[in-house]
T-cell receptor
Framework: DTEVTQTPKHLVMGMTNKKSLKCEQH?????MYWYKQKAKKPPELMFV???????INESVPSRFSPECPNSSLLNLHLHALQPEDSALYLC???????????FGDGTRLSIL | GQNIDQPTEMTATEGAIVQINCTYQ??????LFWYQQHAGEAPTFLSY????GLEEKGRFSSFLSRSKGYSYLLLKELQMKDSASYLC???????????FGKGTMLLVSP
């Protein structure tokens, strides 16, 4: 079990659907991250939140919309996704940027 | 930008020692992480080097040479459960983000 909890574990959605991925940590970490990982590829950074403020957006398409309601929660809102967006979406957190990042188990997303 | 190289695949025998190398060229460097990732699971933190030298943690050790842009992960007394992908990741200066290498798939055989 990891200390970063992601829900749901699996998600199948159509290209017109709206859904949200959720991430929660109770380690008091102040930095939280969203990564996208395709099969047999390394994780690719999407967004970074630092002290609940968006600090980095790695040129991610607007169909992905992050939200940080409080210091323990991180959401990723999905709308009008494309089949190529099918991937494992990983959430991570760290005490500060220079500390090890702890990953959740991820949400495996399939777009039909 | 970042350029991180590590071998794509390695094989080793149970009980043996294996060394996974990582070279990097970066515009900013705040340290280097090693992660282990089993298929379908999340990456798990193994080690962090920010200064030159060797960090030892049980069966796993990691080495860093900043002047050479080089790190390695050493796994001793290999077990079947060590079969996994090993990711080298550079912590970038400035925003302190991680850039991952492509990962080394290690297969441990009996």
């Amino acid at each position: 079990d990891t200390e970063v909890t992601q829900t749901p574990k699996h998600l199948v959605m159509g290209m017109t659907n709206k859904k949200s991925l959720k991430c929660e940590q109770h380690m008091g970490h102040r930095a939280m991250y969203w990564y996208k990982q395709k099969a047999k590829k390394p994780p690719e950074l999407m967004f970074v939140y630092s002290y609940e403020k968006l600090s980095i957006n790695e040129s991610v398409p607007s169909r992905f919309s992050p939200e940080c309601p409080n210091s323990s929660l991180l959401n990723l809102h999905l709308h009008a996704l494309q089949p190529e967006d099918s991937a494992l979406y990983l959430c991570a957190s760290s005490q500060r940027g220079a500390e090890p990042q702890h990953f959740g188990d991820g949400t495996r997303l399939s777009i039909l | 930008g970042q350029n991180i190289d590590q071998p794509t695949e390695m094989t080793a025998t149970e009980g043996a020692i294996v060394q996974i190398n990582c070279t990097y060229q970066t515009s900013g460097f705040n340290g280097l992480f090693w992660y282990q990732q089993h298929a379908g699971e999340a990456p798990t933190f193994l080690s962090y080097n920010v200064l030159d030298g060797l960090e030892e943690k049980g069966r796993f050790s990691s080495f860093l040479s900043r002047s050479k842009g080089y790190s390695y992960l050493l796994l001793k007394e290999l077990q079947m459960k060590d079969s996994a992908s090993y990711l080298c990741a550079v912590l970038n200066s400035g925003y302190s983000t991680l850039t991952f290498g492509k990962g080394t798939m290690l297969l441990v055989s009996p």
